[in-house]
């Protein structure tokens, strides 16, 4: 999707608005996950977690929804121009996890934290964003592109997430495997990345050798 900023004509206010690239021509996949971030949203109701407004169909058949503007920078931003210090980067962390752990009380897994899906705010809070690769604790069934065929939301070999942050059980690409200690995992490089400024392994390189290293280092 793209992502938008907007005035709410009826309040005045700066929102966020996520379009569906694809509309209609998305398939149901597509519109499936885009339609699970909708309903994961509406249901987590916590201060470092973006909120959802409203959702709906543009004229052409797209679909839409509208969340909170979330004014600042994002995290990696601010990691990429300076070293946090040790009592800044645990305040931020503290609030993350708190956010992250209201997830998991509802059954949600991110399952796509890093840095760039943090947002710090104006008082330099941060808000976790992008619930649109997250599972819920439920069966991840969607009907298939004929309307009746049951399809896996996500296929035994297909990687979910970002590689530098991915747990092993994601590396393998084993969705059966993924519970909330993915996200904890992932959380751990984000805080190892915060305070030292590097990955606990080597991310850069061809796709196998990193998968190997988050697998085996």
């Given amino acids: 999707g793209v992502v938008y900023q907007a005035i709410q004509k009826t309040t005045r206010r700066k929102v966020?608005?996520?379009?569906?690239?694809?509309?209609?021509?998305?398939?149901?996949?597509?519109?499936?996950?885009?339609?699970?971030?909708?309903?994961?949203?509406?249901?987590?109701?916590?201060?470092?977690?973006v909120r959802l407004h409203d959702s709906g169909a543009t004229a052409?058949?797209?679909?839409?929804?509208?969340?909170d503007y979330i004014s600042g920078r994002s995290l990696d931003e601010i990691l990429a121009e300076r070293p946090l210090g040790v009592d800044e980067a645990l305040a931020l962390f503290l609030k993350i996890c708190d956010a992250v752990n209201a997830a998991h009380l509802k059954g949600v897994i991110h399952r796509d934290l890093k840095p760039s899906n943090v947002r710090i705010d104006a008082n330099g809070d941060p808000v976790v964003v992008d619930f649109g690769l997250a599972k819920v604790a439920?069966?991840?069934?969607v009907q298939g592109d004929d309307g009746h065929t049951p399809q896996l939301m996500t296929m035994t070999g297909q990687f979910i997430g970002s590689l530098p942050w991915a747990s092993p059980e994601q590396a393998e690409g084993l969705p059966g495997n993924i519970d909330v200690r993915t996200d904890v995992y992932s959380l751990g490089v984000m805080l190892y990345q915060m305070l030292t400024g590097q990955f606990p392994y080597r991310v850069a390189?061809?796709?196998?050798?990193?998968l190997d290293n988050i697998l085996r280092t």
């Fill in 16 to 49: 966020a608005i996520k379009v569906l690239h694809g509309g209609p021509f998305s398939g149901s996949t597509g519109r499936s996950r885009f339609d699970r971030e909708v309903q994961i949203l509406g249901q987590l109701n916590h201060p470092n977690i």
């Fill in 60 to 67: 052409d058949g797209g679909f839409f929804y509208v969340m």
């Fill in 138 to 141: 439920l069966a991840d069934i």
């Fill in 205 to 210: 390189g061809n796709m196998r050798d990193i």
